[in-house]
C-alpha cells in the first residue's frame, strides 16, 4: 500500500534556522532600545508595558519549550532515536530547566537547531528527521511568541504614535522588526504546514503567498483598530483585552482542545489560544471548521465595528483630520479583502492533508473519504518509529488542512511522535 513520503531537511530549513535566531535576536535589540528610549523621556507607563509584554512574551514561550522537552524525555526511546547527544542540553535536565528559568530556553533550542541542520546538511550526517523535528518545534514557538510579544508591540508603538502625534525614529524601526517577525511568522508556519503534505500533494510557493497576504490583510487593520480605539480611551482597552480573552479561552475549553499532555500544559495552551485568537484565527480542534470560523469572523468584524465607531466618535476631529476618514473607509475594506483571500486560498489552493491508507472497520462502506478518522501511531512496544515526525506540528496539520479529518490519540503519552499515515 502506497505511503505518505516526506521532505527531508534541506539547506532552506538550514537558511530558516539561521535567519529565525537573527530575527529573534534583533527583534529583543529593538525591543531594549525602545524601551530604553521611554525609561530615559520619562514614559514610565509605556515603558512598563513594554517591558511587561517582552516579560510576558519569554515566560510563556520558555513554559511551552520546557513543557515540549519534559514531554519528548518521557517517551521511550526518544534519546537513542535522536542521537543521544543531539538532544536538547543532552541528559542534564538540571542545566536544561536552569536555562529555562534564566529565559535562555529558545535561544537554546535555535542554537540546538542550527547545530543539528549543520551537522545534517554541511557534513552529510544521520539525523535528519530530528533536525526536522527541531525546525517545527521552533516554528510553533514563534508563533506563540509573535502573538505574545509583536503584535501586542505593533498596537503600542501605533498607538504611542497616535497619542503624541508624531514618530521617532526609534517608533519606526520598532514598527518595522514588530512587522517583519509576523510576516516572519506567517511564512515559516506555513512552511513547517506544508512539510506534511505528501509528495504528491506539495504546495507551490503561490499557496504561502496568498497564505501570507490573507494574514496580513486580516491581522494589520485588526492591530490598527486596537491601537485606534486605545488611543482614544485607553483606560479601556485592557478591560477590552480580557473580556474577549476570557471568552475566547471558554471557547477553547468547549472545543476540548487535547494539543498537551498534562493538565496544567493543556490550560496554558487554551490561555495562548484565547491571545492568538484576539488578534487572529486559526483552528485548534478537530471536526469542521467552517462554522467555527464564520462564528469569529463575524465576531471580530463586529468588534471591529464598534472598536472604529468609537473612536470615530471620540478622536479629536482637528488632529486626525488628515487621516481619520481614510482610516475608516480603508481597515474594514482591507478586513474584507483579506476574508477574500482566504476564501480564494480554501477554493484554489487548499489541499486535503492525507488520504488514510484504510477505513476504521467499525465505519460504514458508503462513508466518504474526506469523513475517515486519520490513523495514528501508538507506541505499544516501548521504541519509536523509524520515522521521526513532531506529532505537535502534525495536529496543527491536521486541522488546518482537513476540516474533517480526525487525529486520535492512543497514547497519551507519544504525542511528540506522528509516524506513518
Known amino acids: ?67 515540549w522537552l519534559k514531554y519528548d524525555r518521557e ?33 537554546c533550542r535555535h542554537i540546538s537547531a542550527i547545530r543539528q541542520g549543520f551537522r545534517v546538511w554541511w557534513r552529510k550526517q ?16 514563534r508563533l506563540i511568541e509573535t502573538f505574545c510579544e509583536s503584535a501586542p508591540q505593533l498596537t503600542l508603538m501605533i498607538y504611542v504614535m497616535l497619542r503624541t502625534n508624531k514618530a521617532r525614529t526609534v517608533q519606526f524601526v520598532s514598527i518595522a522588526v514588530s512587522t517583519t517577525s509576523i510576516a516572519w511568522m506567517v511564512v515559516d508556519y506555513h512552511r513547517s504546514l506544508r512539510f506534511f503534505l505528501p509528495d504528491k500533494a506539495k504546495q507551490g510557493w503561490g499557496s504561502s503567498l496568498i497564505y501570507f497576504l490573507w494574514n496580513l490583510l486580516l491581522i494589520a487593520p485588526r492591530v490598527a483598530a486596537l491601537a485606534l480605539f486605545a488611543s482614544v480611551l485607553p ?15 471558554l471557547w477553547a475549553w468547549r472545543q476540548r482542545t487535547d494539543f498537551m ?67 475608516l473607509i480603508t481597515l474594514p475594506f482591507t478586513y474584507l479583502l ?35 478518522s486519520f490513523k495514528d501511531f501508538s507506541i505499544q512496544d516501548g521504541t519509536l518509529s523509524s520515522q521521526l515526525l513532531n506529532k505537535r506540528m502534525a495536529c496543527h496539520a491536521t486541522h488546518f488542512y482537513s476540516g474533517q479529518g480526525v487525529i486520535r490519540n492512543t497514547d497519551s503519552t507519544n504525542r511528540a511522535d506522528f509516524s506513518h499515515l
Open 75 to 107: 517517551l521511550p526511546g526518544f534519546g537513542a532515536q535522536t542521537g543521544g547527544g543531539t538532544v536538547l542540553f543532552g541528559d542534564q535536565v538540571k542545566l536544561s530547566c536552569l536555562l529555562h528559568v534564566l529565559q535562555l530556553g529558545f535561544l
Open 126 to 141: 544521520e539525523g535528519s528527521e530530528y533536525a526536522v523535528y527541531l525546525t517545527h518545534d521552533l516554528s510553533m514557538l
Open 261 to 327: 499532555d498534562s493538565a496544567g500544559g493543556e490550560w496554558l495552551y487554551r490561555a495562548t489560544v484565547g491571545l492568538i485568537w484576539y488578534f487572529s484565527w486559526f483552528n485548534v480542534a478537530e471536526g469542521r471548521t467552517r462554522g467555527r470560523s464564520i462564528i469569529y469572523h463575524s465576531l471580530i468584524t463586529t468588534d471591529m465595528g464598534i472598536l472604529l465607531v468609537t473612536w470615530w466618535c471620540y478622536r479629536d476631529p482637528v488632529q486626525s483630520e488628515s487621516y481619520a476618514l481614510a482610516l
Open 338 to 372: 483579506g476574508l477574500l483571500f482566504k476564501t480564494v486560498y480554501y477554493c484554489c489552493f487548499h489541499p486535503k492533508l492525507w488520504r488514510p491508507p484504510a477505513r476504521d472497520p467499525g465505519l460504514p462502506d458508503d462513508l466518504p473519504d474526506a469523513e475517515v
Open 235 to 249: 483606560g479601556y482597552i485592557a478591560a477590552h483585552f480580557l473580556m474577549l480573552w476570557f471568552v475566547f479561552v
Open 1 to 67: 500500500m502506497e505511503r505518505a513520503t516526506f521532505a527531508k531537511y534541506s539547506w532552506v530549513d538550514f537558511v530558516f534556522s539561521v535567519i529565525g535566531v537573527c530575527t529573534f535576536l534583533f527583534d529583543w535589540g529593538s525591543d531594549v532600545w525602545v524601551a530604553a528610549e521611554f525609561y530615559c523621556r520619562g514614559n514610565f507607563l509605556w515603558f512598563g508595558v513594554l517591558v511587561g509584554l517582552m516579560v510576558l512574551s519569554s515566560v510563556v514561550v520558555q513554559m511551552f519549550s520546557w513543557f
